[in-house]
């Protein structure tokens, strides 16, 4: 407890860019030398923090888990009531008329952005905002090596916990890292008069998910899990990018000749990395348009 207190301590302390500096390690071996036992990384940090960074071996860089670390300290985690897909609608709202979905684009350039149905829309500056790989089809950008990730979701009649919290595999048998209860925390989330479970399964995309995560949840809260109904598994080849130390989370945004480029792969790799990013280029753009 005291040397989480003494990390919580360190990481609040100041402005969080400075910690993006300094010495950068694994997190795992960063927390070795923070004096934390092998016990309490594999029954904490490991199911945690390596589920959030979609990442059970903790390479990824100390830096993105001091970042992460800060952010949990720092107050209540929570959930959008009406869904992650609340953020970019409220954006889209502001913009009526002008928002085109489901178009592919076949190229872009700082005058014009080409889709693959023969039609040209002209612009004075065209921003690339995707996951890396389809930005990759449009611009260059070096490849970089991703995270997978599986999730399971299932419908309970009854909660397995009434608690608002992450259940973590402390015993580091796997494959599901951690679960938790949604519907606890965003009851809108789950079909009517049920409750939503969710299994987060990183690193793990092959095999039987439903059947894995049945099985280790069983060992969990008993026969119940047996009743559940299953609604949907995910398994996400790409779920993002790697980042391992040396981690420099501001990459560049400029690709030239009007051309620009941000997400969560030009930033911190998380949904507040791709809104920086987002509000860095956004910001990029408006001066070069001055």
Known sequence: KVRIAMLRSRTLRGDARELLGGNDLPT????????????????????????????????????????????????????PRLGMGALPRQMADRLPGLVHLNTRVASVDGRSVATVDGRRVECRAAIVATELPAARELVSLPERAARRAGAVYFAANRAPTSEKLVVLDGSGKGPVLNAAVLSNVAPSYAPAGQHLVVA?????????????????????WGSQVDAWRHLRTYRIDHAGVEQRPPFSPKRNLAMGNGVFVCGDHRDTGSLQGAMFSGRRCGELVAGALA
Do not use: C, H, Y
């Not at 987060?200 to 969990?220: H, I, K, T, Y």
């Open 28 to 79: 795992v071996v960063a927390l070795r030398r923070a004096g934390f036992s092998q016990k309490m990384i594999n029954r904490f940090f490991r199911p945690l923090f390596g589920g959030i960074q979609l990442d059970p071996s903790l390479t990824t860089s100390r830096r993105m888990f001091d970042i992460i670390f800060r952010s949990l300290g720092a107050g209540d985690s929570g959930l």
């Open 200 to 220: 987060a399964m990183p690193d793990v995309v092959e095999g039987d998910l439903e059947a894995m995560a049945r099985d280790q949840m069983r060992m969990w």
